[in-house]
Each structure stands twice: as C-alpha cells, then as structure tokens.
C-alpha cells in the first residue's frame, strides 16, 4: 500500500516568516494533490502536479513535484495569519486510489 | 455555480442499522468520489464514480457501498454500522482524472 508522509504535523510560525511542509510517498506516482481544510470545514484544492518537476504557484503559496525523489514540497512565503489551517497532500496512484498525508497543521502567530 | 452539496449534513444511528448519505456534484462534473475521515486513522479514499460505473475503490470492507445514478448524483451505504464508523464522510466530484476535485461541507455520522 502506498504510503504518504508530511512533516512537520505540527507549525507555528511567525508572520512575515517564510517555511516548507514536506510529503513523501513511498511508491512511483506522477499524480499529486494538495489541500486545505479550516477547522470544522471541508476541504479546499490548492493545487494539481500531473508531472516531474511541476511547479505551482497561487499567492503566497507554492507547491513543487519530484517523483525521483517522490517528494513534493508546499512552500509559504511571507506567512499571514489567513493562511492558518490543515494542509494535506494526496497522491495518486496507478490504479487512481487516492492516498492522503497526515495533514500538517499550521498556525500563523501575528 | 453551486458547490457540491451533501446531505444529511448531521447523522445519528445506532450498531447494526445501515445509513445512505447524498451527494449532488458540480453541475457537469460525471466524477464523484467518496472519503471517510477520522482523527485515528485521517483521510481515507473510500470509491470513485464516473458515469454511473465504480472506477476504484479503497481499502474498505464490502458492507460500503456506492452508487451513481445519469444525472451524476451519488449515493453511499453503510450497513451493519459498528461504531468505529463514526467519521465525517466526505464527497467530492470532478471533471475526470487528474482533475482538482471539489469538496462538499461533508456528513458527519455518528453510530452509539
């Protein structure tokens, strides 16, 4: 079964501060998804990386794809307090099942 | 253009009875998908639908199941609740593979 790992589980950072939440997944997968949910709410897509080195960009946030690696990695630039939540990754695999992370939760301090 | 909506939004059974929760996906969306959530065990992909037909379907035993129906709608069953089903059930519809899904507000079922 094709696991998916994020770390950290847990972020607390300061506004202004830049970070990068990480996900690793243990088998070939060029299909890759990332999400926010608030608490008590649904989840929002973020962003789709469909191939090796894709790179996704939408305000302060940026999502990148490395299947050599089987890496992708959410990066926060000039973090605000709006951007506190849950993000989780999700990879497709071949036979399209969808694995998630563990989510990371994060908490932007003013 | 309306979201993808869920109903009931709240349920409460007891063990051994059997729930079927809705979902009503983004109008032109033929791709539903269907989640469980729980703090033990996170996001878990129960199936997929396209076209009326289950594409894929997760690690779940056979007491879930799902259905399609022309107009895209899905439906989701549960017989024999046990309580460790107790989980917001979350749906989300698609344009097809590889596309961003949409999230409905969820059901949250709760099983005494």
């Known amino acids: ?110 | 253009k309306a979201g993808v909506t869920q109903t009931p939004r709240y349920l409460i059974k007891t063990r051994g009875q059997q729930v079927t929760l809705s979902c009503s996906p983004i109008s032109g969306h033929r791709s539903v998908s269907w989640y469980q959530q729980t703090p033990g065990q996170g996001l878990q992909f129960l199936f997929e639908y396209f076209s009326e037909t289950q594409r894929n379907k997760g690690n779940f035993p056979g007491r879930f199941s799902g259905r399609q129906f022309s107009n895209s709608r899905s439906e989701m069953n549960v017989s024999t609740l046990e309580l460790g089903d107790s989980a917001l059930y979350l749906c989300a519809s698609s344009l097809g593979l590889a596309a961003a899904q949409y999230f409905g507000p969820g059901t949250r079922l709760t099983v005494l």
């Open chain 1, 1 to 110: 079964e094709l696991k998916v790992e994020q770390n950290p589980l847990f972020l607390s950072m300061q506004e202004g501060k830049n970070y990068t939440i990480y996900c690793n997944y243990s088998t070939t997968s060029d299909r890759l998804y990332w999400y926010r949910q608030d608490p008590g709410k649904s989840l929002e897509s973020l962003f789709v990386l469909l191939s090796n080195g894709a790179v996704k960009q939408e305000g302060r946030l940026m999502a990148s794809l490395d299947t050599k690696a089987r890496l992708s990695t959410l990066h926060i630039t000039a973090a605000v307090h709006d951007l506190s939540a849950t993000y989780f990754c999700a990879v497709e695999n071949t036979g399209n099942q969808f694995y998630f992370g563990t989510g990371t939760s994060l908490t932007v301090i003013p």
